[in-house]
């Protein structure tokens, strides 16, 4: 795993498709996502053995090789012939290059029981270029030969025999075919892969079995009460529409004649009780619905009634398609049945009376809720989320002039699942004792005040914990928006591109993890008399400019604007990247504080020789000097590699 971490920053997690061996399990597994470029990593590959022997290459050992993000891979298994993922075994001197998948395939050596040849076959470990004497097809790798006379197979054709009897086509033998009847579309009736060289056929019935399916035939019959009650006996090549999932694209059914029932195989152990990220309740299978029109809660499209389905005991008008429920970044994989089910979710506050709570984190005094900011009060922030609070409400101590929360920070829960690593968390208020910089996990962004923390001390701030789904954002008032885990996308909000996002399924409308909690009304120095609001983007007219730092600014991206004097900003320009620190940071050997940008003359930035014109400025002090920095990207430039312990946090329970 430590070679994976020179190119990827990982945190435990599940996910369903592998990056390293290029396979997806059924259900998640658990393994490693990096949060940077969204790839996933079982934990079987990520702690892959650095270096092995492999007898397909047995003249050198082959090295683990693993490949950044970006990198284009242009090469191939040299066994199975597919492209290569991000980790494969490879030997330099040989350029000779393996998957993860084929490294652990067993190997046979010697073939002696042969139907095709009466003598024995032994393997050449060697990428050799020959002709296969059974299908009469060229290959360059790995030939079985007899040694006596000089004959060349591939294993396939060295097992197979002319003849079988195969249990999932029972009427008739199945024979040998070296070339592919033309009638036979290329494609293996069960699995619908495309045929390499040996395949079995039967010409009275056109039923086509690849070797891989002859070794490995799927159950005839099965025997699964949650699906039925009766055995359900394979038909295949048999059109038909699922009575489980309502779906016709599989045409090989599990059928038992008595009911008239239908099922696919992948249907068959479907689980019966889950939670999926678009409803709030658990949800239930059910082999069929009320009869009504009914439309799937993820896709929206059509659901047949009269075919299974999951839906909601507690909302009534919830249902959704089994395959979208199932659907990988929809459900977690966990089957709930015989899981009692409880709500973690604890309040961090107490009610005392209307206005009034009493804050765990703040328990000696009594919090009042505000709808206006005093005019003395300019420049406080949320003790919570550290954005500065411009207007209400919000809640303010009664007796401490500098304890204020938002209303929505003081309604955090206590303690939650978190919708992105599904692990129980923990709200801890900030510690006044230490002013450590907290690092999210999520959003990777620098922070101080209140944090979510899990028991394996993973830790998100305020914004990244507090995200629930289905999550509703004003610039998207129709449809919800889901976390999404498919990769880079482009946020509509400030363009960036984001490895965890938040989308709608039915618009393709994205937004990055930290845009939507950008605040809707701010104050600013360019404008002090008015307030500037969070325009979510408008079509262009015309050339709109920053008043800030002067330069053009795209009106179909978010923005902040003044619409009594007509003047628009940047929201960087407007609020910065050090909005979340408030305090001042010692760590050896460096302090760190952060200052607001007031001076009658913009400072110049050490690092990118700007004037600095964000409205907070960091201000480093080392045995080297005194450093003003305008952003957070200058400071992980010039400190990042200097400031290691700092981001090493620490939570103690409660």
Not at 17 to 39: I, T, V, W
Not at 240 to 250: L, Q
């Amino acid at each position: 795993m430590e070679i994976l971490k020179k190119y990827y920053a990982l945190y435990p997690t599940r996910g369903l498709k592998c990056d390293g061996c290029n396979l997806g399990e059924d259900y998640y597994s658990d393994g490693y996502r990096c949060f940077r470029s969204g790839l996933f990593f079982h934990r079987e590959c990520a702690n892959s053995s650095l270096e092995i022997c492999n007898l397909y290459h047995p003249q050198h050992s082959l090295e683990i090789k693993v490949c950044a993000k970006n990198s284009i891979l242009h090469g191939e298994c040299k066994l199975c012939r597919t492209n290569l993922p991000k980790m494969y075994y490879y030997c330099s001197k040989c350029d000779f290059a393996i998957d993860l998948i084929c490294v652990k395939k067993v190997v046979k050596i010697e073939i002696e029981d042969s139907k095709v040849h009466e003598h024995q076959l032994s393997l050449v470990p060697e990428m050799v270029s020959f002709t296969c004497h059974l299908c009469q097809v060229c290959d360059d790798r790995f030939p079985f030969v007899c040694n006596l006379c000089d004959l060349s197979f591939h294993q396939d054709c060295a097992e197979s025999i002319s003849e079988i009897n195969y249990p999932c086509h029972p009427q008739h033998p199945l024979k040998r075919f070296t070339i592919v009847p033309r009638h036979t579309g290329g494609k293996c009736c069960l699995c619908g892969n495309k045929f390499h060289n040996v395949c079995y056929h039967c010409s009275i019935c056109n039923f086509t079995v690849d070797v891989n399916c002859v070794k490995d035939p799927p159950p005839f019959s099965i025997l699964h009460p949650k699906a039925h009650e009766h055995p359900v006996i394979l038909m295949p090549q048999r059109s038909f529409v699922c009575n489980a999932c309502g779906m016709e694209d599989d045409p090989n059914p599990y059928v038992c004649p008595q009911c008239n029932f239908m099922i696919h195989r992948n249907c068959v152990d479907k689980p019966r009780i889950i939670k999926i990220n678009h409803h709030d309740h658990r949800i239930y299978y059910s082999h069929y619905l009320d009869t009504d029109d009914w439309k799937c809660g993820v896709c929206q499209k059509e659901l047949k009634w009269t075919c299974g389905a999951y839906s909601c005991p507690k909302c009534h008008d919830f249902a959704v398609h089994l395959r979208c429920a199932t659907k990988f970044g929809i459900w977690d994989g966990i089957e709930l049945e015989g899981v009692s089910e409880t709500d973690i979710e604890l309040k961090s506050y107490e009610s005392i009376k209307e206005g009034l709570i009493r804050h765990s984190s703040h328990q000696s005094h009594v919090l009042k809720l505000k709808e206006e900011l005093d005019a003395d009060n300019e420049g406080i922030v949320c003790e919570a989320c550290v954005y500065p609070v411009f207007c209400g409400p919000f809640y303010s101590c009664t007796e401490c002039d500098n304890f204020v929360l938002h209303e929505k920070c003081a309604y955090l829960p206590k303690q939650k699942i978190d919708s992105f690593y599904k692990m129980e968390i923990t709200l801890f208020p900030c510690n006044k004792t230490e002013t450590i910089l907290g690092l999210c996990e999520v959003c990777q962004y620098f922070f101080q005040g209140f944090r979510y923390a899990a028991k394996d001390d993973t830790t998100l701030d305020v914004r990244c914990g507090s995200i629930s789904e289905p999550f509703v954002h004003e610039s998207h008032p129709h449809h919800p928006l889901y976390i999404d885990f498919t990769g880079n996308k482009t946020c509509k909000a400030c363009g960036d591109e984001a490895t965890f996002i938040l989308s709608c399924h039915e618009c393709g409308y994205f937004l990055d993890i930290t845009c939507p909690f950008l605040p809707n009304k701010v104050k600013h120095k360019y404008d002090k008399n008015h307030f500037l609001f969070l325009c979510y983007g408008r079509n262009p007219s015309g050339l709109y400019w920053c008043e800030i730092c002067e330069e053009e600014l795209n009106p179909e991206k978010w923005f902040y604007i003044c619409d009594e004097c007509c003047i628009t900003f940047h929201i960087k320009c407007t609020l910065g990247d050090l909005i979340c620190l408030k305090q001042i940071v010692d760590a050896e050997p460096i302090r760190l504080e952060v200052i607001r940008n007031i001076h009658m003359t913009r400072l110049v930035c050490a690092v990118c020789h700007s004037r600095c014109h964000f409205p907070y400025l960091l201000k480093c002090s080392s045995p080297l000097g005194v450093d003003t920095l305008c952003s957070l990207q200058c400071f992980r430039q010039k400190y990042f590699h200097k400031m290691t312990p700092l981001y090493e946090l620490s939570v103690e329970e409660e």
